[in-house]
Nanobody, 122 residues
Framework: QVQLVDSGGGLVQAGGSLRLSCAAS????????VGWFRQAPGMERELVAA???????NYLDSVKGRFTISRDNAKNTVYLQMNSLKPEDTAVYYC????????????????WGQGTQVTVSS
């Protein structure tokens, strides 16, 4: 019922910042939780941040204090502000929507963006 388009990736130097955007279609978007996942070559996909339908947020320990997830339901958009980027943050980042609204790592994320590349150089 929803389609997601993620954008905002790029190449930055260590210590820099990027803001990723996830634009969604669908009337029920506000009832979904949205997570940002990332996957680096040879690595498992991991959930780095999620926001519930009530606006609560959760973060991977390694990004706490550096990344901030937010949502603007009026614009059907979720953001991931990434500050103090490190080379180990390099990955393809995907937004995904969880119809349960909870946004846990093992939630049934049903809809996915196409991915946006984030590359952080030393």
């Amino acid at each position: 019922q929803v389609q997601l388009v993620d954008s905002g990736g790029g190449l930055v130097q260590a210590g820099g910042s990027l803001r990723l955007s996830c634009a969604a279609s669908g009337r029920t978007f506000s009832s979904y939780a949205v997570g940002w996942f990332r996957q680096a070559p040879g690595m498992e996909r991991e959930l780095v941040a999620a926001i519930t339908n009530g606006g609560s947020t959760n973060y991977l320990d390694s990004v706490k204090g550096r990344f901030t997830i937010s949502r603007d339901n009026a614009k059907n958009t979720v953001y991931l502000q990434m500050n103090s980027l490190k080379p180990e943050d390099t990955a393809v980042y995907y937004c995904a929507a969880d119809p349960t609204g909870i946004g846990r790592p093992r939630s049934p994320y049903a809809y996915w963006g196409q991915g946006t590349q984030v590359t952080v150089s030393s």
